[in-house]
């Protein structure tokens, strides 16, 4: 096995087709011996799971209220952390242990359940993916113009309108998307989820402190049990659409199913790769519940039932500014790393799909080496060198002509939440533990699908409000 063949990790290989080197070691499946370890993919499902959107958890609290608020994000926690470690046990089937590995989300739906099931899941997880790309393009371009807006208050005042264009910010988000983009594959992503980890704790405990200490220096807030009152913030109808939003929010902000098997694809065994993926799955899920709960509760403790979307982008605190900056530049650089983690299966898909249909082609198949100094060979190859660069030139284009595709976000998020958080992972696991119909086991898990799809139906009638709303006001010719 040569060391282009080993590079290109999209290749099917299988140990039959393989000439195995005495002196590598191999995984069963024939592949290079994976080096993932609990630390890695913990990292991976952090960067995933903690986006900026933490920051927006002060504003979902306050429209549910001290009761409902943490209640919710505490069961959501529980949620994806069960539904998780269902799709721990599905990466290898039939059995968890020694069954035969699927190295994407569609792979172990077509292993356990078949049928159109599988362009079901396709579809879910792939829409998904692609509209968190551009989503992150637009979240990242924010921070950086509030960067420059924060000075541009801290210089004239809070008065000036500070009008800054977010276009310049999301060319530069795509340029240095382009050169990321051309890392091979996840197993070698593991050093940029690390600095996206670090950056994620660095900007919520920004936050967190800087509503813990506006909280300590008194303003009178209002808070209540039920969020923000009707008749005096909100009307009827607006209480009950933003609830919904603030549930869909809670709900998507703790999904990483689109990129756990892939995560889990990455990781060395012995041990099992179901077991480190549970652990894996519970710091993560663990990790990102403290940091939600701190930041919603102590976000709606400092700014009440006017809590901002986002307390960092929406200029909740002014000063010190430039703590503000370093918060936002964290956000940035998070994002980037975010980007890569979810952008990467995408990459995956198409790369395999087209070695398979054009196996003999060598614009697809040959990888280039290139010296670079200090660093040894970098391997280039020129079909994912133009693909993946017309990928990111293309969202960050979407990004530009529909800046309120966050909204959007929330209905994608809507449509694949249930899916492939909820329906596949009971399903398969259903079918792979051959769990009885009728049984106790198989109704309260039915039960549990069911109260999720709901959830998902609300939450997408909320965002389709909210995306109506903000459609309407839209002014497509002014800065953001």
Not at 43 to 63: E, N, P, R
Not at 344 to 355: A, D, T, W
Not at 413 to 421: C, D, E, I, K, M
Request: proline share 4%.
């Amino acid at each position: 096995m040569t060391e282009l063949e080993r590079k290109s990790m999209y290749v099917e290989q299988t140990p039959e087709t393989l000439e195995i080197d005495p002196n590598k070691n191999f995984d069963d499946d024939g592949r290079v011996k994976r080096t993932g370890t609990l630390v890695t993919a913990s990292a991976h499902i952090i960067t995933a799971v903690i986006g900026s959107g933490v920051l927006s958890l002060a504003w979902a609290i306050s429209q549910l209220g001290w009761v409902a608020g943490p209640a919710v994000l505490v069961a959501f926690s529980f949620i994806t952390y069960f539904t998780s470690t269902l799709l721990a046990d599905s990466y290898r089937s039939p059995g968890p242990v020694h069954g035969n590995r699927n190295y994407t989300y569609m792979d172990v739906v077509r292993s356990h359940l078949g049928g159109g099931k599988v362009q079901l899941c396709g579809l879910a997880q792939y829409g998904n993916l692609i509209g968190v790309t551009i989503g992150y393009t637009i979240t990242a371009s924010i921070s950086m113009v509030a960067v420059e807006r924060s000075n541009c208050y801290h210089k004239h005042g809070h008065h000036v309108t500070c009008s800054i264009s977010n276009y310049p910010y999301m060319i530069i988000f795509a340029v240095i998307q382009i050169i990321l983009s051309q890392i091979p594959n996840f197993h070698e992503l593991s050093w940029l989820s690390i600095v996206a980890a670090v950056m994620s704790f660095a900007y919520s405990s920004i936050g967190l402190g800087l509503s813990i200490a506006k909280v300590a220096g008194g303003g009178r807030v209002r808070t209540s049990l039920t969020g923000v009152t009707v008749g005096v913030d909100v009307s009827g109808s607006e209480k009950v659409w933003k609830s919904f939003q603030a549930i869909g929010d809670i709900a998507f902000a703790y999904a990483y199913s689109t990129v756990l098997i892939e995560i889990q694809d990455t990781l060395k065994s012995p041990p099992p790769e179901n077991k480190v993926m549970k652990k894996a799955s519970l710091i993560g899920v663990s990790t990102t519940t403290i940091f939600y709960l701190l930041c919603g509760c102590v976000g709606y403790a400092a700014f009440g039932n006017k809590a901002p979307g986002n307390f960092l982008t929406g200029f909740g605190f002014y000063e010190p500014f430039w703590l503000i900056d370093f918060a936002n530049v964290c956000i940035a650089i998070h994002l980037i790393g975010a980007y890569q983690v979810f952008a990467q299966p995408i990459f995956g898909y198409v790369e395999k799909r087209c070695s398979k249909k054009w196996p003999e082609n060598k614009f697809i198949a040959t990888e280039h080496a290139i010296d670079v100094p200090l660093c040894g060979s970098w391997y280039i190859n020129l079909f994912r060198l133009l693909w993946r660069t017309v990928y990111v030139i293309v969202t960050a284009v979407i990004a530009m002509i529909f800046p309120f595709f966050n909204d959007f976000l929330g209905l994608i998020g809507a449509a694949s939440f249930y899916p492939l958080t909820v329906y596949f992972p009971i399903e398969m696991h259903i079918a792979q533990a051959k769990i009885p119909k009728y049984s106790f086991t198989w109704i309260w898990l039915k039960i549990l699908s069911w109260a999720c799809l709901i959830v998902s139906l609300v939450a997408a009638a909320g965002s389709i409000q909210g995306l109506a709303h903000d459609v309407k006001k839209y002014k497509p010719f002014e800065t953001q």
